[in-house]
């Protein structure tokens, strides 16, 4: 029984656990937000919103821009997995066994038989800044 204006032990104790709780969700929080991306929950790129026109490899992406398209693709070849890096006139080139893909993305060439993976992406209207889907 406690008196008026006192608090019990056993609740004084639940507070203070309760107290301790709320940095340790916050602490938590923060730290499977920071190591989304090495799980891949929740990647994205941001790219700038004045990419030149044409092609450009950036990283992990492939991009083709022009004034009234934008498409990205991963770097991935779609065959073992090495990462595109290069391109001729006719389309993206692996450096590994030699696919071709057209700047489309479709296969031109094998071994690959998949197309390149085409990426989603947003833009933001303030910035103009171009906001990646990694993966999904
Ligand atoms: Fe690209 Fe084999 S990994 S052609």
């Not at 700047?103 to 800044?129: M, Q, W």
Request: some cysteine.
């Amino acid at each position: 029984m406690t008196g008026k204006g006192k608090i019990s032990r056993k609740k004084f104790f639940r507070y203070f656990l309760y107290l301790l709780g709320l940095p340790l969700m916050f602490s938590w929080k923060k730290l499977v937000e920071s190591h989304s991306d090495i799980y891949g929950m929740k990647r994205q790129m941001i790219l700038p919103g004045n990419l030149p026109n044409g092609i450009t490899i950036q990283d992990e992406l492939l991009i083709r821009k022009d004034e009234n398209n934008l498409a990205i693709f991963s770097s991935r070849c779609t065959h073992l997995g090495c990462q595109i890096n290069k391109y001729d006139a006719d389309g993206f080139v692996c450096p590994c066994h030699g696919s071709r893909f057209s700047f489309n993305g479709d296969v031109e060439d094998g071994p690959a038989y998949k197309p390149l993976n085409r990426l989603e992406y947003t833009i933001d209207p303030k910035t103009n800044n171009i906001f990646v889907k990694l993966n999904g």
